[in-house]
C-alpha cells in the first residue's frame, strides 16, 4: 500500500512538470509567407451527382452490448473475487469463505453490473444499413 502511494506522488508530480515543458518552447517564425492558387473544388454550374446509396439507422446494438459487458463483467469479477478471497487471511473466523464462493458472489455482480453498462453503450451506438438511394429513407 506504501508503493502505491509513492506511486501517486510521482505520477502527480509528473504530470505536473510536463506542463512547464510545454511553456519553454520558443515559437518558430517565418520570414515570408505567401498564400498559394486558390482554385474552387468544382467548375459552376457543373451538376454533382447524389449518392448512389444511403446509410440509414436501422436499430441500435444495445442487447449485443448487454451479452458482451455481462461476459466480460462476469469473468472479471469472478477473477477479482477468487483473487480477493484467497489473498485475506482470518485466524479467529469460524466459517471462512472459499475462494469458490467469493468468485461466485464478485462475479455475480460484476455480471450484473456489466450487463447495464453494455445495455446502456449499446443505446449509444447505433446500427445502419445500406438502401439504395432512389428508394425513401424509412
Not at 12 to 36: C, E, M, P, R
Not at 67 to 79: E, K, M, N, R, Y
Not at 98 to 117: C, H, K, N, R, S
Request: aromatic share 6%.
Amino acid at each position: 500500500m506504501r508503493h502505491l502511494g509513492r506511486a501517486l506522488v510521482a505520477l502527480g508530480i509528473l504530470a505536473l512538470s510536463s506542463g512547464k515543458l510545454h511553456g519553454q518552447q520558443h515559437s518558430q517564425t517565418f520570414a515570408s509567407w505567401q498564400s498559394g492558387d486558390l482554385r474552387p473544388s468544382f467548375l459552376p454550374g457543373a451538376t454533382v451527382p447524389g449518392p448512389d446509396s444511403v446509410r440509414v439507422r436501422v436499430g441500435y446494438q444495445h442487447w449485443r452490448g448487454a451479452a458482451l459487458g455481462g461476459g466480460i463483467g462476469l469473468v472479471v469479477g469472478a477473477l477479482a473475487g477468487a483473487i480477493i478471497v484467497a489473498n485475506t487471511e482470518c485466524d479467529d473466523c469460524s466459517d471462512e469463505v472459499t475462494p469458490g464462493e467469493g468468485a461466485l458472489v464478485v462475479g455475480t455482480v460484476g455480471a450484473g453490473a456489466g450487463v447495464v453498462l453494455g445495455f446502456l453503450a449499446g443505446l449509444t451506438s447505433a446500427k445502419y444499413a445500406w438502401v439504395p438511394g432512389d428508394e425513401p429513407a424509412r
